[in-house]
């Protein structure tokens, strides 16, 4: 069956530090993946999504992901951290029937 | 329109009372879900339609909730006998395919009192 884990429940880095957050995923097959941010009060918006080729995909806001198959990972990064990145971040995976199924979230501080 | 729009934003009622949240998802986008969000938590699906198919309802927490989607474009999701345990943001999203990614609404807050 299709799952995602997100390790971190909540994370505090200072404004202008790298981030780092984890995602793993469980899917028979070759995964969609995305990274979803919810900032307060907000719908979800889409940051980047993987289908094939470079593991390494851009996204907005400064965001990138790296897919590595051979820890069913899909973490996303972010060298300098703004304040404005404070929100929850989603990772989610490509299902059968076009279902997504979503990690329980991390929820990032940022701190000046 | 230019995104999914979702009425109301939010909602507050009366336990045992009926609601009906509403979704207006993308243009042209044949795909329509729904999710829930209680406080603290992920992402629950709660049911998805794609064009003239059945529905997958298998997210639907009992029967007192169902949802139907007019004309393959705007959706209600009803809640009937509100209980508590209800109070969550209710998200809905619309895709065109898989690979777009779910374009997401605002949500709809419902509270029961």
């Known amino acids: 069956a299709q799952s995602v884990t997100q390790p971190d429940i909540h994370i505090t880095v200072s404004e202008g530090a790298s981030l780092e957050l984890r995602c793993n995923y469980s899917?028979?097959?070759?995964?969609?993946l995305f990274w979803y941010v919810q900032s307060p009060g907000q719908g979800l918006q889409l940051l980047l999504k993987?289908?094939?080729?470079?593991?390494l995909v851009q996204g907005i806001k400064g965001f990138e992901a790296e897919f590595k198959r051979s820890q069913s990972s899909f973490n996303l990064r972010k060298p300098s951290v703004h304040w404005s990145d404070a929100a929850e971040y989603f990772c989610?995976?490509?299902?059968?029937?076009?279902?997504?199924?979503f990690g329980t979230g991390t929820s990032l501080t940022v701190i000046p | 329109g230019a995104g999914v729009s979702q009425s109301p934003s939010n909602k507050v009622t009366e336990k045992g009372k009926d609601v009906e949240l509403r979704c207006d998802p993308i243009?042209?986008?044949?795909?329509l879900y729904w999710y829930r969000q209680s406080l603290g938590q992920g992402l629950e699906f709660l049911i998805y339609?794609?064009?003239?198919?059945?529905?997958?309802k298998s997210g639907l927490p009992s029967d007192r909730f169902s949802a139907e989607r007019t004309g393959g474009s705007v959706s209600t999701l009803t809640i009937q006998r509100t209980q508590q345990e209800d109070s969550a943001v209710y998200l809905c999203?619309?895709?065109?395919?898989?690979?777009?990614?779910?374009?997401f609404g605002s949500g709809t807050r419902l509270t029961v009192v």
């Open positions: 999203a619309s895709s065109f395919g898989l690979v777009g990614g779910y374009t």
């Open positions: 899917y028979g097959a070759t995964p969609y």
């Open positions: 993987y289908f094939s080729g470079d593991t």
């Open positions: 989610a995976v490509g299902g059968t029937g076009n279902q997504f199924y």
């Open positions: 243009s042209g986008h044949t795909a």
């Open positions: 339609f794609q064009g003239n198919s059945a529905p997958d």
